[in-house]
């Protein structure tokens, strides 16, 4: 399933992408949900790139990510999910391995391989972190991915049932997909595939929305971490909330650098180092703070 929305110079890889290890309808639905798109005409693309392989459905207004990955989840028709935005691609070999993951792992509610960073033009950054070096169930898996996000949509596979029990994304639109994954984790086995089978499009678009200008992505993170608790052990929370802040306090700066670097914007930035400064507080990040302000005074 396909969430799109202005995404339409990158839709053509994503589809080539699935399409090129397609093995039929009658075993794989690939439909891509358009919330309303207005950068260019999305079903013009499918029809063209998908040659009848592609299903299409356009909301009749923009609803938002979440509901439109609602519509996503809604319309699969599949037992296994794959929620794969129109700007990130698959490797071949994606959907026979996570197959067979699921098959000889039927206790596993969800799974997700190892995936690589790429850049606006479709170029190779760098590899995520391997979680294990070997397939398998991720042990500890809670407490671990509850310190911070550690999966990207391309790279999970959700069996629809579980989604049918516990429901859809809600309450924020930034970290919504850490909760979701954690809500699964309390319930589920998660399994594990250390290939690099999918690859996520990291692009200067991405934190230059809103949510990024204003800092609200740092408010929603901290309203993700305060959700997530429930599903933590109990004697683990205090410790694994600490680590998360701090995590997520250097995310913020360096999120802050970024904008100041790429688009001189101050109240951004500014936004983004207060949120650091509040989510933790230790002399490392004290320092690259001033460092981030000294560069702002010279307009360096």
């Known amino acids: 399933m396909i969430p799109v929305y202005n995404c339409s110079a990158y839709l053509r890889e994503t589809l080539v992408s699935v399409l090129c290890q397609y093995p039929g309808a009658d075993h794989m639905q690939v439909e891509v949900i358009d919330d309303a798109s207005t950068d260019a005409d999305v079903r013009a693309i499918v029809e063209e790139v998908g040659k009848g392989r592609v299903l299409y459905f356009r909301q009749p207004q923009n609803v938002g990510s ?35 993951l699921f098959t ?28 294990m070096d070997q397939e398998g169930i991720l042990r500890n898996w809670v407490s671990k991915l509850g310190e911070h996000q550690r999966i990207q949509y391309v790279a999970m596979v ?23 994954w954690m809500r699964i984790a ?9 290939n690099v089978l ?15 200008l204003t800092g609200r992505n740092m408010k929603e993170l901290s309203l993700v971490m305060e959700r997530i608790q429930q599903y933590l052990p109990p004697d683990r929370r205090t410790t694994i909330m600490k680590r998360s802040r701090r995590f997520y306090a250097h995310y913020a700066l360096r999120t802050a650098n970024t904008l ?20 933790s507080r230790d002399f490392g990040l004290f320092y690259k703070i001033l460092k981030l302000y000294t560069r702002m005074t010279l307009n360096l």
């Not at 790429?118 to 760098?126: K, R, T």
């Not at 049932?161 to 919504?176: I, N, P, Q, R």
């Not at 100041?260 to 989510?279: C, E, I, P, S």
């Open 66 to 100: 979440l509901r439109n990955f609602q519509t996503c989840i809604d319309r699969a028709r599949g037992h296994l999910v794959h929620i794969l935005h129109g700007d990130d691609r698959i490797r071949n070999g994606f959907y026979n391995q996570f197959e067979q």
């Open 104 to 131: 000889k792992y039927p206790e596993a509610g969800a799974g997700f391989c190892r995936y690589a960073y790429i850049d606006a033009q479709g170029q190779f950054m760098y590899n995520h972190e391997q979680e």
């Open 158 to 180: 959700v069996r629809r049932a579980v989604y049918e029990k516990l429901g859809s994304f809600y309450g924020v639109e930034y970290g919504e997909d850490w909760e979701m």
């Open 186 to 194: 309390s319930q589920y086995q998660t399994a594990y595939i250390p």
């Open 198 to 212: 999918a690859e996520y499009r990291r692009h200067f678009s991405s934190i230059s929305g809103k949510s990024f």
């Open 260 to 279: 100041w670097k790429h688009l001189k914007h101050r109240g951004a930035a500014v936004a983004q180092a207060r949120a650091a400064w509040t989510m």
